[in-house]
């Protein structure tokens, strides 16, 4: 079979879960990649500049990033979880659904920013719970989480495509036009009208009125079931108070024997989660006492971890921010068609290597895959920096890296859960950590080709890419170290139960003699 017995009776047991935490994934990939394409048309929507509107889009990245640093507080109960994720992405579809009626800058600014805070909730609870649920078997179902983000990031700009204008505002300089070229086409795959620098200045005659505003409604409207599977989610577990308890179902005998085991281990989870602070959110976890008593090693397995994602998230970002504007300057200089495929190109190889990670993650152990998946963005970035002027090369190049990058956050998450036993905060602290990496990448590199030119666009990843790599390489070491200290502490635990069992046989031995004789 494809995959053994019980990982699809795992799956079965639990598919009502894990199939309402991909959809809310799938939400969340809609709203990463859909408002790329329409920057220009949101910049004549509220009559702002290109600085202003960029604040906009910063504003949703920076609440992001807050949404899943204190994501998992809602994940002491499920109730909360479900509660937390309904709630997102309802927030998601109304904010849709209002972006057309904001006129303003700073209102936009403020829907942009709770959309933010919905999707980080969003991505932290998602993978807090589907982490809690299949534990040391998680690997293979994070990365169908993660393949629904690509899924969602492709189809979001095919959605948008049709109800884009063609004409600016035509208030901007030269370079500024340039750079709006850049986002709208990011991910469309569409021709670039080109103007002049004179038309540029001059206001255009005759502009077609916009219609994205039906892009932002379609869009509300096709997020919308995903709520409702949330709430149907909750109802089937009982968990609406205005809902009237139905007769509980009956239980099969895997599920019946799940839940007694369950139930026999489930003081010793919870005494667990509690000493080592559980999947808890950041703040938490630093303020928990009890984690005076652990090792080096457990600290830094987190922060290493986190700075991996860091890095290679960063990349991720800035490859689909920028890959753009590489490929239209010298000394590639393509055409604006062609170059705008190459965003669509990296986002399907995404999906695409997230898809066939799937079955590899059932066949190969994490860290296994990690290390290919590193070495592999390595040596990508490194022969586009070799080949700068092959234009087949950099569509080539670009699908790998894609393929390379796709699995790394899902790959790493199991593999820092299985390396701390599932105890700490390993999914809230990779979740942020990657979370910051994309928008501070996105800035450092978008600032250096500003100055530097668009060849260092690549050279800042190879750099990237190989700081990732060695930070890794310090993740394998902290591991072994981690490792050992375990083995001695157990071995120390058997050493005390051992004379305490002595004891209480030689006492045994001694009660026996003495009933003998007597």
């Given amino acids: 079979m494809f995959m053994d017995e019980r990982i699809v009776t795992l799956f079965k047991r639990n598919a009502h879960h894990t199939l309402t935490y991909w959809s809310v994934f799938f939400s969340f990939g809609l709203c990463i990649a859909f408002l790329g394409p329409t920057i220009l048309d949101l ?3 509220t009559n702002s500049t290109l600085s202003q509107i960029t604040w906009v889009f910063f504003a949703q990245q920076f609440c992001l990033l807050i949404g899943s640093s204190v994501g998992g507080v809602f994940k002491r109960t499920l109730f909360s979880a479900l509660a937390a994720l309904f709630v997102s992405a309802l927030i998601i579809s109304i904010i849709f659904a209002i972006i057309p009626l904001c006129n303003n800058v700073l209102l936009l600014a403020i829907a942009m920013a709770v959309s933010g805070l919905a999707m980080g909730v969003i991505d932290t609870i998602a993978n807090i719970q589907l982490v809690t649920i299949y534990q040391k078997d998680s690997a293979v179902f994070l990365q169908a989480l993660h393949f629904f983000i690509g899924f969602g990031a492709l189809v979001s700009p095919l959605i948008a495509d049709p109800f884009l204008s063609e004409t600016g505002c035509g208030n901007h300089t030269e370079n500024g036009t340039e750079i709006m070229h850049h986002f709208r086409n990011m991910l469309r795959n569409s021709p670039i009208v080109e103007h002049n620098i ?14 994205v505003h039906y892009a932002f409604w379609i869009m509300a409207l096709i997020n919308l079931p995903v709520p409702i599977a949330v709430l149907f989610l909750m109802y089937r577990e009982q968990l609406i108070p205005c809902c009237p308890s139905g007769t509980p179902r009956l239980l099969d005998k895997d599920e019946l024997a799940m839940e007694n085991q369950q139930g026999a281990e489930g003081p010793d989870e919870e005494q667990k989660e509690h ?44 490859y689909a921010g920028f890959v753009y504007t590489y490929a239209v300057e010298p000394p590639m200089s393509l055409p604006h068609k062609t170059a705008g495929y190459l965003a669509s190109i990296f986002w399907a190889a995404i999906t695409a290597g997230r898809l066939l990670s799937i079955p590899l993650s059932y066949r190969f152990q994490p860290v296994r895959l990690l290390m290919f998946n590193l070495a592999g963005a390595i040596v990508t970035v490194l022969m586009l920096l070799i080949f700068y002027t092959n234009h087949i090369f950099l569509f080539v190049g670009t699908c790998l890296c894609g393929l390379f990058l796709s699995s790394i956050f899902p790959c790493m998450l199991a593999y820092t859960e299985d390396i701390l036993d599932y105890q700490g905060c390993a999914t809230s602290v990779l979740v942020t950590s990657a979370g910051m990496g994309e928008m501070v990448m996105q800035v450092l590199v978008g600032s250096i080709i500003q100055s530097k030119g668009s060849y260092s666009f690549l050279l800042c990843g190879v750099i990237i890419a190989c700081i990732g790599f060695i ?22 635990s058997a050493m005390v139960e051992e004379p305490a069992a002595e004891q209480n046989g030689s006492a045994k031995t001694e009660q026996k003699e003495e009933k003998e004789s007597s």
């Fill in 275 to 318: 000493e080592a602070g559980g999947h808890g959110d950041i703040f938490s976890c630093c303020q928990n006492d009890n984690l005076r008593g652990l090792p080096v090693s457990f600290f830094m397995i987190h922060v290493l971890g986190g700075m991996v994602l860091f890095m290679t998230d960063g990349i991720v970002g800035a």
């Fill in 471 to 492: 930070l890794f390489i310090g993740l394998l070491l902290f591991h072994r170290m981690h490792r050992n200290y375990l083995t001695g502490t157990s071995k120390k």
């Fill in 43 to 45: 910049q004549c929507q």
């Fill in 198 to 211: 004179t038309q540029s200045h001059l206001p255009h005659e005759g502009a077609e009125e916009s219609t």
